[in-house]
């Protein structure tokens, strides 16, 4: 979810949309839109009027309660108190309310931003989503301009904290020029200078072509310019090293991971406040360096609640960090790092083996393996935990185990010994599952390995073991809890019982009441 478009977001846009779509409207169609003003609020009956007056005509087609929005229509305004006096004009279309209108122009994303010139309907210039009033100004002077109007002075600019992207070229009509221009004009956001200073460039140790990515006078990264490089090419070079190499995922970075022109991205899901998040994170920082342009390295905090809805979405629970999932948001298909060691060496070996095609994909269920349940400990898969797991006539005792961790590994003689002792008990299964290779829909309560057991009862319970791992202690926690569901289960039959009956009763009043009416 794009996906991983981040999920959070796009899925609130959508019920947003839903929710607007069903609200009345009839208030608003017979309050008259306001024609003039800073900003106009432009609806199907008035969008071809002002569309004749204005030369220029901005329009914002927006949903209501999304995030970004409403930082857009926060910079519409600021932008349409500067250009006060001037041929653009700035709108916008409430695309929940405005449907008809919307699918008219072909409106299809959550927040699209229209130039309208000389009043063709037909022929739109897209804007680049903003992030401020200033991107849209910026924007709308680098469309109408040329690349001689970001010659500038570059002392301040080296100063400033802010990146800044400067082409240093031998001849300014040289196609490269217009390279760089055309990528200035689709990056209103980002400070773009054109210098053809020597000392700036003998400063770095390049030479003429160049485009050097600065903050603070301190040089990020340089791209050579060369007859094969596209504007795609230099966007993507800019936006990847106009962030840092690892990005922490939050309600503010959200947008500008997803709008990233890198598509596979690298998930660290961690603690924050745990004591290996140092270590860790600088790991996951040192692989990151080596896959710039081909990874985004991506961390969410386990621990901060609005983060619930990224790690639903991935199926990740919070004892289960630290982890690292790999993820292509073309596809969306998900692929887990199998270790519980988080060193440099691991991390940038499973990203290799990601880039070619070796990582097998992380699936709900792995195939339901040939006799898993003709062995003394019966393998369980997704699509099987349940149906074995809730038998109300059988007591099943699973062990949920990471095949790379050396504690589930441990603990596989001590299964094996356990199914011995129990092997004539037929109303006893033995039994363990990949929690790495299949999505595990229940709380375990704490991380891998854990011990399971669900009792036989119709009612879906799970009794998480803690004692000893000893196959004596497991046999007595067994019984234990077989005694105690016996007594639940004579309740259970009993209140089926009547359940049943009282069912049958209905039936058979319904089928006289049908007698009587005929």
């Not at 992030?131 to 680098?142: E, G, N, V």
């Not at 140790?205 to 485009?211: F, K, S, Y």
């Not at 057991?453 to 046999?475: H, W």
Request: glycine share 4%; net charge neutral.
């Amino acid at each position: 979810m794009k996906t991983l478009r981040l999920l959070g977001l796009t899925a609130f846009c959508l019920c947003a949309f839903v929710a607007a779509d069903k609200r009345p409207e009839r208030q608003a169609e017979d309050k008259p839109s306001p024609e003039d003003g800073d900003v106009l609020q432009l609806k199907k009956g008035n969008f071809n009027r002002t569309l004749r007056k204005n030369k220029q005509l901005l329009v914002h087609f927006y949903v209501p309660l999304s995030g970004e929005g409403h930082r857009i229509s926060a910079a519409f305004e600021g932008a349409a108190a500067e250009l006060q006096g001037s041929e653009v004009k700035l709108a916008v279309v409430d695309v929940a309310k405005e449907k008809d209108l919307a699918k008219e122009l072909n409106v299809t994303g959550l927040a699209t931003i229209r130039l309208y010139l000389a009043g063709d309907k037909h022929n739109p210039v897209t804007c680049p989503a903003p992030h401020t009033s200033a991107s849209i100004l910026a924007w709308l002077k680098r469309r109408a301009g040329s690349a001689a109007d970001l010659i500038a002075d570059l002392s301040q600019s080296e100063s400033s904290e802010e990146l800044t992207v400067v082409g240093f070229f031998k001849e300014l009509d040289h196609e490269y020029v217009q390279v760089f221009y055309d990528a200035a004009v689709d990056l209103p956001d980002v400070n773009f200078a054109v210098t053809q200073n020597n000392e700036v460039i003998t400063k770095y140790g390049l030479t003429h072509d160049v485009v050097l990515l600065l903050k603070q006078s301190k040089l990020i990264q340089a791209y050579k310019m060369t007859p094969q490089t596209s504007k795609e090419m230099l966007i993507v070079f800019i936006t990847v090293y106009q962030m840092d190499p690892v990005t922490e995922y939050t309600g503010q970075t959200a947008t500008q991971i997803l709008s990233s022109p890198v598509l596979n991205h690298a998930l660290l899901f961690v603690n924050k406040s745990s004591a290996a998040f140092k270590e860790i994170h600088s790991a996951f920082n040192g692989a990151a360096e080596s896959y710039r342009l081909k990874i985004l390295f991506v961390w969410v905090d386990v621990d901060e609640p609005r983060n619930g809805r990224m790690m639903e979405y991935f199926r990740v629970r919070s004892f289960e960090a630290p982890l690292i999932r790999l993820v292509n948001l073309t596809d969306h298909v998900t692929y887990h790092l199998p270790s519980d060691t988080l060193d440099v060496h691991t991390i940038k070996a499973f990203c290799q083996s990601y880039l070619e095609g070796e990582a097998k994909p992380k699936m709900q269920s792995q195939p339901i393996p040939e006799g898993w349940d003709q062995r003394p400990v019966k393998e369980l898969v997704g699509m099987t935990l349940e149906k074995v797991g809730f038998n109300p006539d059988k007591t099943v005792f699973v062990l949920f185990y990471l095949p790379y961790s050396a504690a589930s590994r441990a603990l596989f003689p001590l299964w094996e010994e356990l199914a011995e002792a129990l092997k004539g008990r037929e109303d006893v299964v033995v039994a363990r599952i990949d929690a790495s290779a299949n999505d595990i829909n229940m709380s375990v309560q704490g991380g891998y390995p854990s011990l399971c057991l669900f009792p036989a009862l119709y009612a879906e319970r799970v009794v998480v073991y803690t004692g000893k791992r000893e196959v004596k202690d497991l046999l007595k926690f067994v019984d234990k809890e077989m005694k105690k569901a016996k007594k639940y289960r004579v309740t259970e039959d009993e209140d089926r019982r009547k359940y049943i009956e009282a069912a049958k009763a209905e039936e058979a009043k319904k089928a006289n009441q049908s007698k009587d009416e005929l």
